[in-house]
């Protein structure tokens, strides 16, 4: 697949007690052609964040608190791309997605996704896969575990993220849809099933769902975090 001559992307990462995954998500796209830069958006200063930032010469920026909203704008405020692409440590991250959004880079669109992949937490419901899609595409809501994307321009005009800790996603992919055409590229992106081995797929795939009905309904974000998340530390 081609790559522009010209690094086009920055991948901005928020980091709330993610500071062990850090590695294994940047090692394997550290130093691809089209990537400009790499930022870590850090709430959380001893998880060693800024220390592996530091090793493998990547911009740091210290957020004063957990609000991936606010961690997103800073970490855009910081990048230099012309393609923002905002991914969470805990979800797979190859060549081939920054291949394919650079290859995508000349098409007319706002910003957009990755596809999403059923994985061996669901793995009957893979044949849900392309409704997935056309899904994404036409009038559903983005997640931040797709790995949003947008151009720089649209992310200013838009203000950036939301301010809010959570279900800043949903919230961004909605004004989003407004801007211009919403792009789903391939290869799906693959989350990290920790949670759903944890507390058991169903049990956390009900519990998101429930606790996205209720951001729907007009409930106060910030009270969803604490709940969601039940203290200071993500776990």
Not at 43 to 48: F, K, L, Q, S, V
Not at 125 to 146: A, K, M, V, W, Y
């Amino acid at each position: 697949m081609p790559v522009s001559s010209k690094p086009l992307i920055s991948l901005v990462i928020p980091c709330w007690g993610d500071g062990p995954l850090l590695e294994k998500v940047i090692r394997p796209v550290l130093g691809h052609p089209a990537l400009c830069d790499i930022v870590i958006a850090d709430a959380d200063r001893e998880n060693g964040a800024r220390r592996i930032s530091e090793q493998m010469g990547v911009i740091h920026v210290s957020c004063p608190r957990p609000n991936r909203g606010e961690q997103m704008n800073l970490g855009g405020q910081a990048a230099q791309g012309d393609l923002l692409l905002f991914h969470h440590a805990d979800s797979q991250l190859d060549p081939a997605h920054l291949n394919s959004l650079s290859a995508a880079a000349s098409e007319d669109w706002a910003g957009g996704a990755f596809c999403r992949k059923f994985d061996r937490r669901h793995p009957h419901l893979r044949f849900l896969e392309r409704l997935e899609l056309f899904r994404s595409t036409h009038f559903g809501p983005i997640f931040g575990d797709q790995s949003i994307f947008v151009r720089r321009g649209v992310f200013r005009k838009m203000g950036g993220y939301a301010d809010i800790p959570l279900m800043e996603d949903m919230e961004f992919a909605g004004r989003l849809r407004r801007e211009g055409r919403i792009r789903m590229l391939q290869p799906p992106i693959e989350t990290s099933a920790r949670r759903s081995e944890r507390d058991g797929a169903w049990l956390t795939t009900m519990r998101n769902a429930w606790f996205i009905m209720l951001f729907l309904c007009g409930a106060d974000p910030h009270k969803l975090h604490a709940r969601y998340y039940g203290r200071a530390n993500k776990s």
